[in-house]
């Protein structure tokens, strides 16, 4: 019985050892990964701040595609919409937010009875020929009670100007 007892303390003690031998080599492995990956985002957030830093000492960001601070928002949608023959409806603000040296300005435009193309135009000189960086937010186009030959318009246009 006493023997028993002693070969059964020894597998077991033997067992755990190969187990713990098992989990440390599965927690060095896993150890040198976590490593790993903690050195390279360390290294990848040390370049992103030299390139924020860079970007502050040029001046912060581009430029390009701003709204200048002598145009508002408002007329150049109004004009890129007399240009595709739309009437517009109502042209409502829906929010301003000042961010440093720019202004993000939001608004509403809609219009009723356009004929598709002009419509199509509009959306065109909105996306392709503006030159600045316009976000159409909402776009919702429904056939015209009136006139089932054309659409009404309700859409949420954002941009960025210099302030």
Do not use: H, W
Request: avoid cysteine; glycine fraction near 4%; proline fraction near 3%.
């Amino acid at each position: 019985m006493e023997l028993d007892k002693n070969k059964i303390f020894v597998i077991g003690s033997s067992v755990l050892i190969l187990l713990l031998i098992v989990i440390n080599i599965i927690l060095r492995s896993k150890i040198s990964i976590y490593k790993n990956l903690y050195s390279r985002s360390l290294n990848d957030l040390n370049t992103i701040k030299s390139l924020a830093k860079e970007a502050e000492e040029l001046g912060g960001f581009s430029q390009e595609g701003l709204i200048p601070p002598n145009l508002s928002l408002f007329s150049y949608i109004e004009e890129v919409a007399r240009n595709s023959d739309i009437i517009l409806e109502s042209i409502t603000p829906l929010s301003t937010e000042e961010k440093g040296s720019v202004r993000a300005i939001s608004i509403s435009v809609s219009a009723k009875e356009i004929y598709p193309d002009s419509l199509m135009r509009f959306l065109y000189g909105l996306e392709y020929e503006s030159p600045y960086a316009l976000k159409i937010e909402r776009l919702q186009i429904k056939t015209s009670f009136k006139d089932r030959t054309k659409v009404d318009l309700k859409m949420d246009i954002s941009g960025i100007q210099k302030k």
